[in-house]
């Protein structure tokens, strides 16, 4: 039962150009977003996040949007850097009592050429 | 501050052993959390450690166990090792706060032969 789920495995996109990945999810009950970059060899890090209760979060190039009515969110990289390639996955948390127990899609591996 | 770290880095074992794996959760955080990432896949919640006592667990047989201490840092103990427990294991800690980030950190890869 995939209840986060990212239906593009890859994205490639020229530099400088916008990226946009995407994430859909499946559990009402979830009400906070994040979205973590991973390279080879090293953890997932942190990016940006949004709770349920925006539409829209941003910090610097990226933006996070939130549609709970489609129950879809999605990730803007603008303009995109070659720096960025990497493997991006989005998660969700319920809150409550299943506070910090993240649930993640399969990822998307994001390669921007130069 | 210092960030999440994990020990070992690599880590070799065979079917049937146990392995412990080691977190140390970022300066001021108090909660730890366990996820396994498989190959092509994204990272798994195990379990959460809360002040020293489990905190919710993912749909992982009891085989796989955890500790957390005074200090906060964290084991993750597998007993009766599986070739399927070849896995990316990840350690992220966070404070207890609601809407709080989980920091993650570089991981332990376990190779089960």
């Known amino acids: 039962d995939q209840q986060v789920k990212q239906n593009s495995p890859s994205l490639s996109v020229q530099e400088g150009r916008i990226s946009i990945l995407n994430c859909d999810y499946t559990n009402s009950m979830f009400d906070y977003f994040l979205w973590y970059k991973k390279y080879p060899a090293e953890g997932p890090t942190f990016l940006i996040s949004i709770s349920s209760i925006k539409d829209k979060n941003e910090d610097g190039r990226f933006t996070v949007f939130l549609n709970k009515s489609a129950k879809h969110l999605s990730l803007h990289i603008v303009p995109s850097q070659p720096g960025d390639s990497a493997v991006y996955f989005c998660?969700?948390?319920?809150?409550?009592?299943?506070?910090?127990?993240?649930?993640f899609g399969q990822g998307t591996i994001l390669t921007v050429h130069p | 501050e210092t960030g999440v770290t994990q020990s070992p880095t690599h880590l070799i074992k065979t079917r049937g052993q146990q392995v412990t794996l080691r977190c140390s959760s970022q300066?001021?955080?108090?909660?730890v959390s366990w996820y396994q990432q498989a190959l092509g896949q994204g990272p798994q919640f195990i379990f959460q450690y809360y002040r020293e006592e489990e905190n919710g667990r993912g749909n992982f047989p009891p085989r796989f166990s955890g500790l957390q201490f005074p200090n906060y840092s964290s084991e993750l103990n597998v007993n009766a090792l599986e070739l399927d427990d070849s896995a990316l294991y990840l350690c992220a800690s966070s404070p207890r706060r609601a809407g709080e980030t989980q920091y993650f950190g570089p991981g332990t890869r376990l190779l089960v032969l």
């Open positions: 300066s001021g955080h108090n909660t």
């Open positions: 998660a969700a948390n319920a809150g409550g009592t299943s506070y910090g127990k993240l649930t």
